[in-house]
């Protein structure tokens, strides 16, 4: 070897070295963190299965390619007689004998290397198939086609099949290999149109041969078991007719050819000729590429289409069974509901709860309001807003919450900023969901810094070192908008940015300039990017807790020293060499010689959730979507869902998140502060966490284990309750004929948002179910008839949050003779209002943007209220305010700016409405005035005082009405402010 070829190798030696140095070190760090979590075992557990199986793979390959390849490399009898042409010329057969041995001995050590990777990778699949649990004993889960347990197919049969392959592949390798070593060695020679072979080269291939036919009886029989999961049905999925009287007995056939062109290979070993092995193979690809695609098509085509419905009908019941079983809709609660037309104020107090909780402010504008009066500093940022409830003063609020994160693309990018000071985000904000003040803005039960709240809701530990992702909501994942409905969404997208102040320590660090909303439709939030892969806690540097107002010498910001037990602690230079390794020593040297780390300080990594718990439990999926609470401590805590899913479950249909099973089986608490998952399974009867729970018995706790505060705040997904709606909206059909017809399928209807059209959300409301005695949390969702998505309501899906009932899922089916309007036709209504199409067409000319929130239907007794809040936003400074509620019941529809007018014009000014919980600012309304337990004199001075006041009130209001016409916002404002005066002085002379 010369001496420039030993440099590059010697290279390319230090270059692995240091990649290997690298990965250790990262093994080792992970480790720690683990520890750190007290769930060292998982990590066990992965890792010696991660080993276990690279060397039951990679060892074996290795060994079997090698030795295959060193009996090709056997030197050539003596007595051999060379026919015809030799393959190379002498001169550059003894260059390439220097290297021959040692290129194959790379190429075996490499492919074993890449085998090992492979086979570490599967031990999932690895552990499941060890501790699989049947999914049922009675056989209610067992396949029709083979009559085995799903447990088989979900825990077993992808390692078989990985497993199998592997044998497969590694036998055809090891021929390949074997046969182009014995064309070097010249012991197979082809000449002319004939293979010549000695007899050593020719049993060595044609044993390779015969047994990559053995090995290939198996694998059809695999096949034959995925064909539970075929595409060929048109309507449905699973085995169809064409699969099980086409494919099925075909692989049967081939199976028996595989066993007899085995056979034959082994009876050529004496014979001279190859003919009878190439003329077996040339068998077996012929029936498998021809049979295979000719025959069951044919069947499909002649036998099956004419009569489709009546072949396909037992498969059609299949696949509905399996799938209403594996989404677990097969334990909807299906109930006809007739709506009446009738709605009145008892019915309105009977329901007050359901009405004072209606969502009246939606998530993005609330988020802006959020991020323009609640971030107070341009480097915090709310990531998302979440719905929740909590009980105050004996009632349950529904409530909107959002935690207040670092935003640290804001921040000036030095390290000190990014890994010692800026190492948390701080308090959060809340207020109630149907709750507006005079100016359109939301009521705040949490706010300011540090967090206060005026109804008693105690923030004990407000820093938030671990957080939500920066990730879009749901239903910016699945239902973008579908067009831009007119030019107000160009408009929000082409506004200039403005230019970002400093954060402390930067210049022009102070109130947080508005940012600008983005177009309908465009998730925004910090760049996932920017955040810093850990930061350092606990350290003899300052950590910012939250900026206090500006003194004469400058920030008298209050700063804080991590306390809790998060993180891995540096107790050593050894483990400060190992982070600084593992986070790139170049970028991260600071970690070895700053002065501000301590043997106490702590490095916390895997911050953000969902990605933390995936780093910590990755064989769960996990909900994008963790929501924040305040425990009865005061404590903050992240609640994330987690899903177990497989896409292995016989005769279900798959969809694109989650495969073709899924169980919300686990919760997942986080406390804010100390970062450390607890895991409670919720759904026992899961097989697939039963056998997790076998494989990490260390991991998961029993329900009866989670704290009482926080199971009053656990919730139905959203994403789950999604999948099951879209999966029962068709599969809710369970006669086949309707099934195959899609007579009855249903769809989630589209609704007006903003500037654009798109899927309408689940929404949660605290609602009294129809029958039921008491309100609750749920989840719920309309559904129209699919392809008919713009037309009349056929349903409307609930699921129940509350620990009594949770997990139930409800669906009220509206009658077919009867009309109830869809989101759409509500919409419609909206439209062609002229009163209301003026009032926004003059708002959206006039430096401002209307923006149109979420059709909410709410059912209400027997009937059902539409709900659409319309915001208006300055097109100078984005602050959304509640403008309108549009409300509609029949073919009535009404608009005012606040609930109670919207209803007192709906029903009448004659009602008497029960008052939402102490605590609430109640809206700008005359207050009901309840008969007195004795009669009280007036004088008539008093009282013609009283009268003189209340008509300047409803005067005003008349005046205030006019001026929202006119799109005058600024005097609609003041005449409301003159308004309040004027009935608080009433209330003043009442209470005289």
Same mark, same amino acid.
């Given at each position: 070897?010369?001496?420039?070829?030993?440099?590059?190798?010697?290279?390319?030696?230090?270059?692995?070295?240091?990649?290997?140095?690298?990965?250790?070190?990262?093994?080792?760090?992970?480790?720690?963190?683990?520890?750190?979590?007290?769930?060292?075992?998982?990590?066990?557990?992965?890792?010696?299965?991660?080993?276990?199986?690279?060397?039951?793979?990679?060892?074996?390959?290795?060994?079997?390619?090698?030795?295959?390849?060193?009996?090709?490399?056997?030197?050539?009898?003596?007595?051999?007689?060379?026919?015809?042409?030799?393959?190379?010329?002498?001169?550059?057969?003894?260059?390439?004998?220097? =290297?021959?041995?040692?290129?194959? *001995? %790379?190429?075996? +050590?490499?492919?074993?290397?890449?085998? $090992?990777? @492979?086979? !570490?990778?599967?031990?999932?699949?690895?552990?499941?198939?060890?501790?699989?649990?049947?999914?049922?004993?009675?056989?209610?889960?067992?396949?029709?086609?083979?009559?085995?347990?799903?447990?088989? =197919?979900?825990?077993?049969?992808? *390692? %078989?099949?990985? +497993?199998?392959?592997?044998?497969?592949? $590694?036998? @055809?390798? !090891?021929?390949?290999?074997?046969?182009?070593?014995?064309?070097?060695?010249?012991?197979?020679?082809?000449?002319?149109?004939?293979?010549?072979?000695?007899?050593?080269?020719?049993?060595?291939?044609?044993?390779?041969?015969?047994?990559? *036919?053995?090995?290939?009886?198996?694998?059809?029989?695999?096949?034959?078991?995925?064909?539970?999961?075929?595409?060929?049905?048109?309507?449905?999925?699973?085995?169809?007719?064409?699969?099980?009287?086409?494919?099925?007995?075909?692989?049967?056939?081939?199976?028996?050819?595989?066993?007899?062109?085995?056979?034959?290979?082994?009876?050529?070993?004496?014979?001279?000729?190859?003919?009878?092995?190439?003329?077996?193979?040339?068998?077996?690809?012929?029936?498998?590429?021809?049979?295979?695609?000719?025959?069951?098509?044919?069947?499909?085509?002649?036998?099956?289409?004419?009569?489709?419905?009546?072949?396909?009908?037992?498969?059609?019941?299949?696949?509905?069974?399996?799938?209403?079983?594996?989404?677990?809709?097969?334990?909807?609660?299906?109930?006809?509901?007739?709506?009446?037309?009738?709605?009145?104020?008892?019915?309105?107090?009977?329901?007050?709860?359901?009405?004072?909780?209606?969502?009246?402010?939606?998530?993005?504008?609330?988020?802006?309001?959020?991020?323009?009066?609640?971030?107070?500093?341009?480097?915090?940022?709310?990531?998302?807003?979440?719905?929740?409830?909590?009980?105050?003063?004996?009632?349950?609020?529904?409530?909107?919450?959002?935690?207040?994160?670092?935003?640290?693309?804001?921040?000036?990018?030095?390290?000190?900023?990014?890994?010692?000071?800026?190492?948390?985000?701080?308090?959060?904000?809340?207020?109630?969901?149907?709750?507006?003040?005079?100016?359109?803005?939301?009521?705040?039960?949490?706010?300011?810094?540090?967090?206060?709240?005026?109804?008693?809701?105690?923030?004990?530990?407000?820093?938030?070192?671990?957080?939500?992702?920066?990730?879009?909501?749901?239903?910016?994942?699945?239902?973008?908008?579908?067009?831009?409905?007119?030019?107000?969404?160009?408009?929000?997208?082409?506004?200039?940015?403005?230019?970002?102040?400093?954060?402390?320590?930067?210049?022009?660090?102070?109130?947080?300039?508005?940012?600008?909303?983005?177009?309908?439709?465009?998730?925004?939030?910090?760049?996932?990017?920017?955040?810093?892969?850990?930061?350092?806690?606990?350290?003899?540097?300052?950590?910012?807790?939250?900026?206090?107002?500006?003194?004469?010498?400058?920030?008298?910001?209050?700063?804080?020293?991590?306390?809790?037990?998060?993180?891995?602690?540096?107790?050593?230079?050894?483990?400060?060499?190992?982070?600084?390794?593992?986070?790139?020593?170049?970028?991260?040297?600071?970690?070895?010689?700053?002065?501000?780390?301590?043997?106490?300080?702590?490095?916390?990594?895997?911050?953000?959730?969902?990605?933390?718990?995936?780093?910590?439990?990755?064989?769960?999926?996990?909900?994008?979507?963790?929501?924040?609470?305040?425990?009865?401590?005061?404590?903050?805590?992240?609640?994330?869902?987690?899903?177990?899913?497989?896409?292995?479950?016989?005769?279900?249909?798959?969809?694109?998140?989650?495969?073709?099973?899924?169980?919300?089986?686990?919760?997942?608490?986080?406390?804010?502060?100390?970062?450390?998952?607890?895991?409670?399974?919720?759904?026992?009867?899961?097989?697939?966490?039963?056998?997790?729970?076998?494989?990490?018995?260390?991991?998961?706790?029993?329900?009866?284990?989670?704290?009482?505060?926080?199971?009053?705040?656990?919730?139905?997904?959203?994403?789950?309750?999604?999948?099951?709606?879209?999966?029962?909206?068709?599969?809710?059909?369970?006669?086949?004929?309707?099934?195959?017809?899609?007579?009855?399928?249903?769809?989630?209807?589209?609704?007006?948002?903003?500037?654009?059209?798109?899927?309408?959300?689940?929404?949660?409301?605290?609602?009294?179910?129809?029958?039921?005695?008491?309100?609750?949390?749920?989840?719920?969702?309309?559904?129209?008839?699919?392809?008919?998505?713009?037309?009349?309501?056929?349903?409307?899906?609930?699921?129940?949050?509350?620990?009594?009932?949770?997990?139930?899922?409800?669906?009220?089916?509206?009658?077919?003779?009867?009309?109830?309007?869809?989101?759409?036709?509500?919409?419609?209504?909206?439209?062609?209002?002229?009163?209301?199409?003026?009032?926004?067409?003059?708002?959206?000319?006039?430096?401002?943007?209307?923006?149109?929130?979420?059709?909410?239907?709410?059912?209400?007794?027997?009937?059902?209220?539409?709900?659409?809040?319309?915001?208006?936003?300055?097109?100078?400074?984005?602050?959304?305010?509640?403008?309108?509620?549009?409300?509609?019941?029949?073919?009535?529809?009404?608009?005012?700016?606040?609930?109670?007018?919207?209803?007192?014009?709906?029903?009448?000014?004659?009602?008497?409405?029960?008052?939402?919980?102490?605590?609430?600012?109640?809206?700008?309304?005359?207050?009901?005035?309840?008969?007195?337990?004795?009669?009280?004199?007036?004088?008539?001075?008093?009282?013609?005082?009283?009268?003189?006041?209340?008509?300047?009130?409803?005067?005003?209001?008349?005046?205030?009405?006019?001026?929202?016409?006119?799109?005058?916002?600024?005097?609609?404002?003041?005449?409301?402010?003159?308004?309040?005066?004027?009935?608080?002085?009433?209330?003043?002379?009442?209470?005289?």
């Amino acid at each position: 070897m010369t001496q420039p070829s030993k440099r590059v190798w010697y290279g390319i030696a230090v270059i692995i070295g240091l990649i290997l140095i690298q990965k250790l070190f990262i093994l080792y760090t992970d480790y720690l963190w683990f520890g750190a979590l007290d769930q060292g075992p998982i990590f066990m557990t992965i890792l010696k299965s991660r080993i276990l199986l690279a060397l039951l793979f990679g060892i074996p390959f290795f060994v079997w390619l090698y030795g295959n390849a060193r009996l090709a490399r056997r030197p050539l009898p003596k007595d051999v007689t060379l026919i015809g042409r030799r393959l190379l010329p002498e001169e550059e057969r003894q260059q390439i004998e220097q =290297y021959a041995d040692r290129a194959i *001995f %790379i190429f075996c +050590l490499i492919g074993a290397l890449m085998v $090992a990777a @492979v086979a !570490a990778a599967q031990w999932r699949e690895w552990l499941q198939f060890l501790n699989a649990v049947p999914f049922s004993s009675a056989g209610l889960h067992n396949d029709p086609l083979f009559d085995k347990d799903a447990g088989f =197919y979900v825990f077993k049969l992808s *390692f %078989i099949l990985y +497993l199998w392959r592997s044998v497969f592949y $590694a036998i @055809v390798i !090891a021929l390949v290999v074997s046969v182009l070593v014995h064309l070097y060695q010249e012991a197979i020679r082809i000449v002319g149109n004939v293979v010549h072979a000695i007899p050593r080269a020719r049993i060595h291939v044609l044993s390779l041969l015969a047994l990559a *036919f053995f090995a290939k009886i198996y694998s059809y029989r695999l096949m034959q078991y995925s064909l539970v999961y075929s595409t060929h049905g048109k309507v449905f999925f699973g085995a169809s007719y064409a699969d099980v009287h086409a494919r099925l007995p075909l692989m049967m056939v081939l199976m028996i050819m595989c066993g007899l062109a085995g056979i034959a290979c082994l009876l050529s070993f004496r014979g001279r000729s190859l003919t009878v092995p190439g003329g077996a193979l040339a068998a077996v690809l012929l029936v498998s590429i021809l049979g295979g695609w000719a025959y069951p098509l044919s069947i499909q085509k002649l036998v099956v289409g004419p009569n489709e419905l009546e072949r396909e009908r037992p498969f059609i019941e299949y696949n509905i069974k399996a799938t209403n079983l594996a989404y677990k809709t097969a334990d909807v609660v299906d109930k006809p509901h007739a709506v009446t037309s009738d709605l009145n104020w008892d019915d309105i107090n009977d329901n007050a709860a359901t009405i004072y909780n209606i969502r009246l402010w939606d998530h993005r504008p609330l988020e802006t309001s959020y991020q323009q009066m609640q971030a107070l500093r341009q480097y915090y940022q709310f990531a998302d807003v979440d719905v929740d409830r909590y009980e105050i003063n004996g009632e349950v609020r529904q409530v909107m919450l959002s935690a207040r994160q670092l935003a640290y693309d804001r921040l000036s990018p030095t390290w000190v900023n990014r890994h010692l000071l800026y190492t948390h985000g701080y308090g959060l904000t809340m207020s109630p969901v149907a709750e507006v003040t005079k100016k359109g803005q939301p009521v705040y039960w949490i706010k300011d810094l540090p967090p206060v709240s005026p109804i008693g809701l105690h923030v004990k530990r407000p820093a938030l070192y671990y957080t939500a992702s920066w990730h879009p909501r749901l239903i910016e994942r699945i239902a973008p908008p579908e067009f831009i409905r007119d030019e107000a969404q160009e408009r929000a997208a082409a506004r200039p940015l403005e230019e970002p102040e400093g954060a402390p320590g930067q210049p022009g660090a102070g109130q947080g300039t508005p940012q600008p909303r983005p177009a309908a439709g465009q998730w925004h939030g910090t760049d996932a990017g920017s955040v810093p892969l850990f930061v350092l806690g606990n350290t003899k540097a300052n950590e910012l807790d939250y900026p206090q107002v500006s003194d004469e010498e400058g920030e008298a910001n209050a700063y804080t020293h991590y306390s809790g037990t998060g993180g891995v602690q540096l107790t050593g230079i050894w483990r400060k060499l190992a982070f600084a390794i593992r986070f790139s020593l170049s970028r991260h040297y600071q970690i070895l010689f700053t002065d501000s780390i301590t043997p106490e300080s702590r490095l916390m990594m895997y911050r953000e959730l969902p990605e933390r718990l995936t780093a910590l439990a990755p064989f769960l999926m996990y909900d994008p979507d963790p929501y924040l609470m305040v425990d009865d401590a005061g404590e903050l805590k992240w609640i994330c869902d987690a899903y177990t899913v497989s896409n292995m479950y016989p005769y279900s249909a798959r969809i694109t998140w989650s495969g073709n099973y899924v169980r919300n089986s686990v919760k997942v608490v986080v406390d804010a502060y100390e970062g450390r998952p607890q895991y409670y399974i919720v759904d026992p009867q899961d097989p697939m966490v039963q056998c997790y729970q076998k494989i990490f018995p260390t991991l998961f706790r029993d329900f009866s284990q989670m704290e009482a505060s926080v199971k009053d705040h656990l919730r139905y997904p959203q994403l789950l309750f999604r999948i099951q709606a879209g999966i029962y909206a068709k599969y809710h059909q369970k006669n086949p004929q309707t099934f195959y017809q899609a007579e009855d399928e249903w769809a989630v209807p589209p609704e007006v948002y903003a500037d654009s059209y798109r899927e309408v959300e689940a929404y949660y409301q605290v609602m009294k179910l129809p029958g039921e005695e008491k309100e609750e949390f749920l989840l719920m969702l309309p559904l129209v008839l699919a392809k008919f998505e713009r037309r009349n309501m056929v349903a409307w899906m609930a699921a129940r949050c509350d620990a009594e009932n949770y997990g139930e899922l409800v669906v009220y089916r509206f009658p077919k003779k009867q009309l109830v309007f869809g989101p759409m036709q509500f919409e419609a209504f909206v439209d062609n209002d002229p009163e209301l199409s003026e009032l926004m067409t003059l708002w959206g000319q006039s430096g401002s943007q209307v923006i149109r929130g979420n059709v909410l239907a709410i059912p209400v007794a027997d009937t059902l209220l539409y709900v659409e809040p319309i915001y208006l936003e300055s097109t100078d400074s984005p602050i959304p305010e509640l403008r309108l509620v549009v409300l509609m019941h029949g073919d009535k529809l009404v608009q005012a700016p606040t609930l109670d007018k919207a209803l007192a014009k709906l029903l009448g000014r004659d009602g008497v409405r029960k008052r939402p919980a102490p605590g609430v600012e109640p809206p700008a309304e005359p207050a009901e005035v309840t008969a007195p337990a004795a009669a009280v004199a007036v004088s008539a001075d008093e009282l013609a005082t009283l009268r003189s006041l209340l008509k300047q009130v409803i005067e005003m209001d008349k005046e205030a009405e006019a001026y929202l016409t006119q799109g005058d916002l600024g005097k609609y404002r003041d005449k409301q402010q003159e308004q309040g005066d004027l009935l608080e002085k009433a209330w003043q002379e009442l209470e005289q």
